[in-house]
């Protein structure tokens, strides 16, 4: 099974240790599904960690960072995303990008806790669907 992550499941992997979006990082650690990224995700990924937002609050050191992205870049499938495909669909940059990605990367599901991408439903024949209904489907449950 072949997936995008978003950046907030990416992040809440990083900074709790228990949840859907860990359980689903551990499922593509353990070479359960793949995982399709791509600069524009890797960049939000980075800023937002290193954020005082999120890096100070949660604590995530710069070798925390480095490792977490340097583990992307290397076991995940990193993809290039050309300009042209990162369209206006959503009215945010970060989340079009994320569509490209998904789109681009040929995967059926795209793993979000953003609403504004859920409520879409599908893009590009890619279901959008949240953590915790892609833990169910990746346990065995039912797929729509």
């Known amino acids: 099974m072949r997936i995008v992550a978003d950046v907030n499941v990416l992040i809440s992997a990083t900074i709790a240790p228990l949840g859907a979006s860990r359980a689903i990082v551990e499922a593509w650690r353990h070479e359960q599904i793949e995982l399709v990224v791509s600069e524009p995700i890797l960049g939000e990924l980075e800023a937002k960690l290193r954020s005082t ?8 050191t710069t070798e925390e960072v480095r490792r977490t992205l340097g583990a ?4 995940a499938e ?4 050309p300009t042209a495909w990162i ?3 959503t009215g945010d940059p970060e989340d079009d990008a994320v569509l490209a990605t998904a789109a681009i990367g040929n995967v059926e599901y ?3 806790g953003d609403h504004g991408l859920l409520d879409l439903g599908s893009h590009m024949r890619v ?3 949240s953590p915790r209904r892609f833990l169910t489907i990746l346990q065995g449950g039912a797929s729509s």
Do not use: D, M
């Open 72 to 75: 992307l870049r290397t076991q």
């Open 127 to 129: 279901q959008v669907i």
């Open 53 to 60: 937002r999120i890096g100070a609050r949660y604590r995530i």
């Open 78 to 81: 990193l993809i290039l995303i």
């Open 87 to 89: 369209r206006p669909i």
């Open 110 to 112: 795209l793993v979000t």
